[in-house]
C-alpha cells in the first residue's frame, strides 16, 4: 500500500509537471522526502502530509483515503481486519477493561499504550501506530460518524496511563466528548464484580446492512467473530454489562470524581442508592423509563399516587 500510495503521488506530480523539490515546496517538506515516498523508503506519510499532498496535486481525496491502509500495514492482521470493519460501522459499542478506546484517546495517552506490547518492533512503527489512531478518531467528526457507546472498566480511570498529567488531560478529553450526543460513555464499578467479560475487552460493530459483528482483545492477541449466533452472545453479554454500568450522568460524576481526586474521600453509591436514584429520576422526568444503563426512552407514563 505505501509503494501504490507513492505510485499515485509521483504520477499526479508529474501531470502537474512539477519537479519533487517543487512538490516539496508546496506542501513545506524536502524534496527528499517526496522521493522516499514516491518510493515507498523511509518514514511514511503523516495524515497532514496527506492532506497537503492532496490538495497541492488536486488529487481530490484520493490521497486522503488511501492513507489509513498505507498505515494499517502496521498493526497485526487480526487488528486490521478489526479496523476495516469499524470503518465502515454504524454503530460501535465497546467494553474497555485497561485502558481508553482508542477513538477516545488524546495523543499522549495513546503514544503511552501503544509504546509497550510485544507486537511493537521499532520507534518507526510506534510512529505509524500513533498517527493511525489519531486519524481514525476523524470519523467521530464525519457526516457519517457511528453512534459510538462505550462502557469503561474503574479501573481505565484509576490507571495512571502515560502518568498523572496525561491522565488527567484524559480524563478531561473523556468529560468534553460526552458533549457530542453521538457518544455515551458509562463507567462499570468494581462493585458490580464478575461478568461475561472478565480479562479482555469487548466491542460490537453494527454494519450498513443491519448486520454485526463482535471483536474480543486481549494485551497481545485479537479475534473478529462473524458466525451470527456467537455474535449474539456477545451482543447480550454488553447489553449485560450496560445495564450493571453506573447511568452517563452518574459515570460523569465519577470521571471528574477521579479527575478532582476526591474519590479517596468518596463513597461509591450502593446499588440500593442507584435504584433510588433511578427512581427519583423518572418521577422527575415524568414518567420515562431507564433503560440500558441510563438512556431515557418513552414509555408509559407512571400512574400518580
Same mark, same amino acid.
Given at each position: 500500500?505505501?509503494?501504490?500510495?507513492?505510485?499515485?503521488?509521483?504520477?499526479?506530480?508529474?501531470?502537474?509537471?512539477?519537479?519533487?523539490?517543487?512538490?516539496?515546496?508546496?506542501?513545506?517538506?524536502?524534496?527528499?522526502?517526496?522521493?522516499?515516498?514516491?518510493?515507498?523508503? *523511509? !518514514?511514511?506519510?503523516?495524515? @497532514? +502530509?496527506?492532506?497537503? /499532498? %492532496?490538495? #497541492?496535486?488536486?488529487?481530490?481525496?484520493?490521497?486522503?483515503?488511501?492513507?489509513?491502509?498505507?498505515?494499517?500495514?502496521?498493526?497485526?492482521?487480526?487488528?486490521?481486519?478489526?479496523?476495516?470493519?469499524?470503518?465502515?460501522?454504524?454503530?460501535?459499542?465497546?467494553?474497555?477493561?485497561?485502558?481508553?478506546?482508542?477513538?477516545?484517546?488524546?495523543?499522549?495517552?495513546?503514544?503511552?499504550?501503544?509504546?509497550?506490547?510485544?507486537?511493537?518492533?521499532?520507534?518507526?512503527?510506534?510512529?505509524?501506530?500513533?498517527?493511525?489512531?489519531?486519524?481514525?478518531?476523524?470519523?467521530? *467528526? !464525519?457526516?457519517?460518524?457511528? @453512534? +459510538?457507546?462505550?462502557? /469503561? %472498566?474503574? #479501573?481505565?480511570?484509576?490507571?495512571?496511563?502515560?502518568?498523572?498529567?496525561?491522565?488527567?488531560?484524559?480524563?478531561?478529553?473523556?468529560?468534553?466528548?460526552?458533549?457530542?450526543?453521538?457518544?455515551?460513555?458509562?463507567?462499570?464499578?468494581?462493585?458490580?464484580?464478575?461478568?461475561?467479560?472478565?480479562?479482555?475487552?469487548?466491542?460490537?460493530?453494527?454494519?450498513?446492512?443491519?448486520?454485526?459483528?463482535?471483536?474480543?482483545?486481549?494485551?497481545?492477541?485479537?479475534?473478529?467473530?462473524?458466525?451470527?449466533?456467537?455474535?449474539?452472545?456477545?451482543?447480550?453479554?454488553?447489553?449485560?454489562?450496560?445495564?450493571?454500568?453506573?447511568?452517563?450522568?452518574?459515570?460523569?460524576?465519577?470521571?471528574?470524581?477521579?479527575?478532582?481526586?476526591?474519590?479517596?474521600?468518596?463513597?461509591?453509591?450502593?446499588?440500593?442508592?442507584?435504584?433510588?436514584?433511578?427512581?427519583?429520576?423518572?418521577?422527575?422526568?415524568?414518567?420515562?423509563?431507564?433503560?440500558?444503563?441510563?438512556?431515557?426512552?418513552?414509555?408509559?407514563?407512571?400512574?400518580?399516587?
Amino acid at each position: 500500500m505505501a509503494a501504490l500510495f507513492g505510485a499515485r503521488v509521483r504520477r499526479l506530480r508529474l501531470a502537474a509537471g512539477l519537479t519533487q523539490t517543487e512538490l516539496g515546496d508546496k506542501v513545506h517538506v524536502v524534496g527528499t522526502r517526496i522521493t522516499q515516498i514516491e518510493r515507498a523508503s *523511509g !518514514a511514511k506519510p503523516t495524515l @497532514e +502530509l496527506a492532506r497537503a /499532498l %492532496d490538495v #497541492a496535486l488536486g488529487a481530490d481525496d484520493l490521497l486522503v483515503e488511501l492513507w489509513p491502509y498505507v498505515y494499517r500495514e502496521a498493526f497485526p492482521d487480526w487488528s486490521r481486519r478489526f479496523m476495516a470493519c469499524s470503518e465502515r460501522a454504524v454503530v460501535i459499542r465497546q467494553y474497555a477493561a485497561h485502558v481508553v478506546p482508542g477513538l477516545l484517546q488524546i495523543e499522549p495517552y495513546a503514544r503511552a499504550v501503544l509504546s509497550v506490547g510485544l507486537t511493537l518492533g521499532s520507534e518507526e512503527q510506534l510512529e505509524e501506530r500513533v498517527a493511525v489512531r489519531l486519524g481514525r478518531q476523524n470519523r467521530l *467528526g !464525519a457526516p457519517d460518524r457511528p @453512534e +459510538l457507546w462505550v462502557i /469503561l %472498566d474503574e #479501573a481505565v480511570l484509576r490507571r495512571p496511563v502515560g502518568g498523572q498529567a496525561v491522565m488527567r488531560e484524559q480524563l478531561e478529553r473523556l468529560l468534553e466528548t460526552v458533549r457530542d450526543r453521538h457518544i455515551t460513555v458509562q463507567v462499570l464499578p468494581f462493585d458490580q464484580g464478575e461478568h461475561d467479560v472478565m480479562g479482555g475487552s469487548l466491542t460490537v460493530l453494527t454494519m450498513p446492512d443491519g448486520s454485526e459483528v463482535a471483536y474480543t482483545e486481549g494485551a497481545h492477541y485479537g479475534q473478529l467473530i462473524e458466525d451470527p449466533d456467537e455474535v449474539r452472545r456477545y451482543s447480550l453479554a454488553y447489553d449485560r454489562l450496560r445495564a450493571d454500568a453506573l447511568p452517563p450522568l452518574m459515570s460523569l460524576d465519577m470521571i471528574r470524581s477521579v479527575l478532582e481526586d476526591n474519590h479517596r474521600g468518596s463513597r461509591l453509591p450502593s446499588r440500593t442508592d442507584r435504584r433510588h436514584l433511578a427512581q427519583e429520576q423518572l418521577q422527575q422526568s415524568g414518567g420515562w423509563r431507564l433503560r440500558g444503563g441510563g438512556r431515557r426512552i418513552a414509555g408509559e407514563r407512571r400512574p400518580r399516587p
